[in-house]
């Protein structure tokens, strides 16, 4: 099992940017990939960013596609999420999460979660 804590959200105005982090414990050798969701009040969780297990694969939400840089550092057993440009619409409690099944965009092979962290956009 591996354990996730997602840190850095907090309150941030339009336009400005944001680094979110996650530190895994536990058997972080088995993780395939890592990704970010979000959910937003009132709506389902929606998938942000996912990278494979060396880091040399990324794959993006069209919502977020260049702005956001999701990037793992394998050493230290974390990843981060660069959020640059940041709208109101980006407001949402942020998820870490490992699959150690696959590189995918469902949140149906992810087996490990971490609690979420709040980014607040202003406008």
């Known amino acids: 099992q591996v354990q996730l804590v997602e840190s850095g959200g907090t309150l941030v105005q339009a336009g400005g940017s944001l680094r979110l982090s996650c530190t895994a414990s536990g058997r972080f050798f088995r993780i395939h990939a890592m990704g970010w969701f979000r959910q937003a009040p009132g709506k389902e969780r929606e998938f942000v960013a996912v990278?494979?297990?060396?880091?040399?694969?990324?794959s993006y939400a069209d919502s977020v596609k260049g702005r956001f840089t999701i990037s793992r550092d394998n050493t230290q057993n974390t990843m981060s999420l660069q959020m640059n440009s940041l709208k109101p619409e980006d407001t949402a409690l942020y998820y870490c999460?490992?699959?150690?099944?696959?590189?995918?965009?469902?949140?149906?092979?992810?087996?490990?979660w971490g609690q979420g962290t709040q980014v607040t956009v202003s406008s």
């Open positions: 990278i494979n297990a060396s880091g040399g694969s990324t």
């Open positions: 999460a490992a699959s150690s099944i696959a590189f995918s965009r469902s949140e149906a092979y992810y087996t490990s």
